[in-house]
Protein backbone atom coordinates (compact mmCIF):
# COMPACT_ATOMS: atom_id res chain seq x y z
CA UNK A 1 0.00 0.00 0.00
CA UNK A 2 1.44 3.27 -1.06
CA UNK A 3 0.32 6.45 0.59
CA UNK A 4 -0.83 9.21 -2.73
CA UNK A 5 -1.70 12.75 -2.26
CA UNK A 6 -4.17 13.62 -5.29
CA UNK A 7 -3.82 17.68 -5.70
CA UNK A 8 -7.07 18.87 -7.74
CA UNK A 9 -9.33 15.96 -6.59
CA UNK A 10 -12.66 16.68 -7.92
CA UNK A 11 -12.00 16.74 -11.21
CA UNK A 12 -13.10 14.22 -14.08
CA UNK A 13 -9.46 12.48 -14.19
CA UNK A 14 -8.87 13.01 -10.64
CA UNK A 15 -12.00 11.12 -9.47
CA UNK A 16 -11.67 8.16 -11.85
CA UNK A 17 -7.87 7.60 -10.54
CA UNK A 18 -8.79 8.27 -6.23
CA UNK A 19 -11.29 5.10 -7.25
CA UNK A 20 -9.17 3.37 -9.37
CA UNK A 21 -5.46 3.59 -6.57
CA UNK A 22 -8.43 2.97 -3.50
CA UNK A 23 -9.04 -0.08 -5.57
CA UNK A 24 -5.97 -1.32 -5.91
CA UNK A 25 -5.10 -0.96 -2.13
CA UNK A 26 -3.74 2.34 -2.59
CA UNK A 27 -4.37 4.77 0.33
CA UNK A 28 -5.57 8.63 -1.61
CA UNK A 29 -6.09 12.08 0.25
CA UNK A 30 -7.78 13.89 -2.26
CA UNK A 31 -7.11 17.70 -2.12
CA UNK A 32 -9.60 20.12 -3.88
CA UNK A 33 -10.95 23.67 -2.98
CA UNK A 34 -14.75 23.45 -2.51
CA UNK A 35 -16.46 21.69 0.94
CA UNK A 36 -19.24 21.22 -1.64
CA UNK A 37 -17.53 18.37 -3.39
CA UNK A 38 -16.52 16.46 -0.35
CA UNK A 39 -19.41 13.79 -0.65
CA UNK A 40 -18.64 13.17 -4.30
CA UNK A 41 -15.00 12.90 -3.43
CA UNK A 42 -15.14 10.44 -0.30
CA UNK A 43 -17.28 8.36 -2.45
CA UNK A 44 -14.08 7.21 -4.63
CA UNK A 45 -12.38 5.95 -1.00
CA UNK A 46 -10.21 8.83 -0.82
CA UNK A 47 -9.68 10.77 2.36
CA UNK A 48 -11.43 14.16 1.26
CA UNK A 49 -9.31 17.30 2.49
CA UNK A 50 -10.58 20.65 1.71
CA UNK A 51 -7.67 23.55 0.40
CA UNK A 52 -7.37 26.21 -1.57
CA UNK A 53 -4.37 25.17 -3.58
CA UNK A 54 -4.39 29.04 -4.91
CA UNK A 55 -3.84 30.40 -1.71
CA UNK A 56 -1.57 27.95 0.09
CA UNK A 57 2.11 28.29 0.40
CA UNK A 58 4.82 26.09 0.27
CA UNK A 59 5.15 25.32 3.73
CA UNK A 60 1.60 25.03 4.09
CA UNK A 61 1.38 22.42 1.26
CA UNK A 62 4.74 20.89 2.66
CA UNK A 63 3.08 19.82 5.73
CA UNK A 64 -0.32 18.61 4.12
CA UNK A 65 2.00 16.76 2.08
CA UNK A 66 4.22 15.21 4.69
CA UNK A 67 4.29 11.47 5.41
CA UNK A 68 3.03 10.57 1.79
CA UNK A 69 5.17 8.86 -1.02
CA UNK A 70 3.57 10.37 -4.37
CA UNK A 71 1.98 13.33 -5.40
CA UNK A 72 -0.18 13.85 -8.35
CA UNK A 73 -1.50 17.66 -9.82
CA UNK A 74 -4.09 17.12 -11.51
CA UNK A 75 -5.63 20.48 -10.45
CA UNK A 76 -6.50 23.93 -13.02
CA UNK A 77 -8.06 26.55 -12.83
CA UNK A 78 -10.53 25.85 -15.65
CA UNK A 79 -9.15 28.55 -18.18
CA UNK A 80 -11.34 31.76 -18.82
CA UNK A 81 -9.30 34.30 -16.17
CA UNK A 82 -5.87 34.50 -17.37
CA UNK A 83 -4.63 35.50 -13.87
CA UNK A 84 -6.08 32.96 -12.11
CA UNK A 85 -5.10 30.40 -14.71
CA UNK A 86 -1.76 31.86 -13.93
CA UNK A 87 -1.96 31.41 -10.17
CA UNK A 88 -3.06 28.13 -10.30
CA UNK A 89 -1.80 26.02 -13.48
CA UNK A 90 1.51 27.86 -13.09
CA UNK A 91 2.47 29.38 -9.37
CA UNK A 92 0.54 27.09 -6.81
CA UNK A 93 1.87 24.21 -9.36
CA UNK A 94 5.36 24.90 -8.70
CA UNK A 95 4.52 25.59 -5.12
CA UNK A 96 3.61 22.16 -4.50
CA UNK A 97 6.29 21.00 -6.38
CA UNK A 98 8.50 23.03 -4.01
CA UNK A 99 6.85 21.77 -1.58
CA UNK A 100 6.71 18.20 -2.14
CA UNK A 101 10.38 18.60 -2.13
CA UNK A 102 10.69 20.10 1.39
CA UNK A 103 8.30 17.25 2.86
CA UNK A 104 10.84 14.47 1.16
CA UNK A 105 7.87 13.16 -1.49
CA UNK A 106 9.96 13.07 -4.18
CA UNK A 107 7.60 10.69 -6.18
CA UNK A 108 5.51 13.25 -8.56
CA UNK A 109 3.49 12.91 -11.06
CA UNK A 110 2.13 15.58 -13.35
CA UNK A 111 -1.54 16.25 -15.45
CA UNK A 112 -0.28 18.21 -18.71
CA UNK A 113 -1.44 18.02 -22.24
CA UNK A 114 0.04 16.55 -25.65
CA UNK A 115 2.35 19.47 -27.15
CA UNK A 116 2.90 21.46 -23.97
CA UNK A 117 5.59 23.37 -24.18
CA UNK A 118 6.59 22.84 -27.70
CA UNK A 119 4.32 24.88 -30.16
CA UNK A 120 4.24 28.77 -30.47
CA UNK A 121 0.33 29.67 -28.87
CA UNK A 122 -0.21 33.18 -30.73
CA UNK A 123 -0.34 36.06 -28.16
CA UNK A 124 -3.98 36.94 -28.99
CA UNK A 125 -5.08 33.21 -28.50
CA UNK A 126 -7.66 32.21 -25.59
CA UNK A 127 -5.44 29.59 -24.97
CA UNK A 128 -2.08 31.67 -24.42
CA UNK A 129 -2.34 32.04 -20.68
CA UNK A 130 -3.14 28.06 -20.51
CA UNK A 131 0.12 27.10 -23.06
CA UNK A 132 2.26 29.42 -20.99
CA UNK A 133 1.32 28.02 -17.52
CA UNK A 134 1.49 24.61 -18.18
CA UNK A 135 5.09 25.03 -20.17
CA UNK A 136 6.26 26.79 -17.71
CA UNK A 137 5.26 24.10 -14.63
CA UNK A 138 6.58 21.22 -17.09
CA UNK A 139 9.90 22.95 -17.01
CA UNK A 140 10.12 23.92 -13.41
CA UNK A 141 8.93 20.20 -13.04
CA UNK A 142 12.00 18.84 -15.14
CA UNK A 143 14.42 20.66 -12.95
CA UNK A 144 13.11 20.09 -9.72
CA UNK A 145 15.95 16.85 -8.52
CA UNK A 146 12.08 15.41 -8.01
CA UNK A 147 11.14 11.38 -9.24
CA UNK A 148 8.86 12.78 -11.94
CA UNK A 149 6.42 11.51 -14.80
CA UNK A 150 4.73 14.47 -17.21
CA UNK A 151 1.56 12.44 -18.05
CA UNK A 152 0.06 14.49 -21.54
CA UNK A 153 -3.15 13.44 -23.21
CA UNK A 154 -4.59 14.54 -25.97
CA UNK A 155 -7.72 15.92 -26.15
CA UNK A 156 -10.19 14.63 -23.54
CA UNK A 157 -13.53 12.69 -23.75
CA UNK A 158 -16.09 11.57 -21.73
CA UNK A 159 -15.84 7.70 -23.04
CA UNK A 160 -15.47 5.37 -20.60
CA UNK A 161 -12.03 3.78 -20.47
CA UNK A 162 -10.94 0.93 -22.53
CA UNK A 163 -7.45 0.41 -20.90
CA UNK A 164 -5.55 0.83 -24.34
CA UNK A 165 -3.95 4.45 -25.85
CA UNK A 166 -1.54 5.46 -28.30
CA UNK A 167 1.64 6.91 -27.13
CA UNK A 168 1.68 9.66 -29.54
CA UNK A 169 5.49 11.80 -28.99
CA UNK A 170 5.78 12.05 -32.71
CA UNK A 171 2.70 13.51 -33.45
CA UNK A 172 1.63 9.99 -35.35
CA UNK A 173 -1.05 10.75 -37.74
CA UNK A 174 -1.35 7.15 -38.96
CA UNK A 175 -3.27 6.94 -35.40
CA UNK A 176 -7.23 8.14 -36.22
CA UNK A 177 -7.89 9.27 -32.72
CA UNK A 178 -6.70 12.56 -31.43
CA UNK A 179 -8.41 12.63 -27.87
CA UNK A 180 -8.71 9.97 -25.05
CA UNK A 181 -11.54 9.05 -22.20
CA UNK A 182 -10.31 10.78 -19.03
CA UNK A 183 -10.92 7.24 -17.25
CA UNK A 184 -7.52 6.35 -19.44
CA UNK A 185 -5.57 9.22 -18.09
CA UNK A 186 -6.08 8.42 -15.03
CA UNK A 187 -5.32 4.54 -15.70
CA UNK A 188 -1.93 6.22 -16.91
CA UNK A 189 -1.21 8.14 -14.05
CA UNK A 190 -2.00 5.22 -12.06
CA UNK A 191 0.13 3.11 -14.15
CA UNK A 192 3.02 5.41 -13.78
CA UNK A 193 2.94 5.41 -10.04
CA UNK A 194 3.64 1.89 -9.94
CA UNK A 195 6.51 1.46 -12.86
CA UNK A 196 9.47 3.28 -11.91
CA UNK A 197 10.91 3.49 -15.41
CA UNK A 198 8.33 6.21 -16.19
CA UNK A 199 10.33 8.60 -13.86
CA UNK A 200 11.75 11.36 -16.47
CA UNK A 201 9.80 10.91 -18.89
CA UNK A 202 6.64 12.83 -20.37
CA UNK A 203 4.42 10.03 -21.82
CA UNK A 204 2.03 11.87 -25.00
CA UNK A 205 -0.95 9.92 -26.05
CA UNK A 206 -4.30 9.77 -27.61
CA UNK A 207 -6.76 6.83 -27.77
CA UNK A 208 -5.20 3.74 -28.66
CA UNK A 209 -4.29 -0.08 -29.40
CA UNK A 210 -1.60 -0.46 -26.75
CA UNK A 211 -2.70 -1.78 -23.71
CA UNK A 212 -1.70 0.92 -21.00
CA UNK A 213 1.54 -0.99 -19.13
CA UNK A 214 2.66 -1.66 -22.06
CA UNK A 215 2.67 0.99 -23.83
CA UNK A 216 4.05 3.61 -20.87
CA UNK A 217 7.14 1.11 -20.66
CA UNK A 218 7.59 1.35 -23.84
CA UNK A 219 7.46 5.11 -23.97
Same mark, same amino acid.
Request: overall charge negative; proline content about 3%; charged content about 25%.
Given at each position: ?????????????????? $????? $???????????????????????????????????????? @???????????????????????? @??????????????????? $?????????? !???????????????????????????? !?????????????????????????????????????????????????????? +????????????? +????????
Amino acid at each position: MRKIAIIGGHGKVALHLA $RQLSE $RGDEVTSFFRNPDHSADVSETGAKAVVLDIEQADVDSLAQ @VLSGHDAVVWSAGAGGGNPDRTRA @VDRDAAIASMDAAAKAGVF $RYVMVSYRGA !GKDETPADSPFKAYADAKAAADAHLRSS !GLQWTIVAPGGLDLEPGVGTIHVDRDYDRSNDKTSVSREDVAAVVAATLADETT +IGSTIEFVGGGTP +IAEAITAS
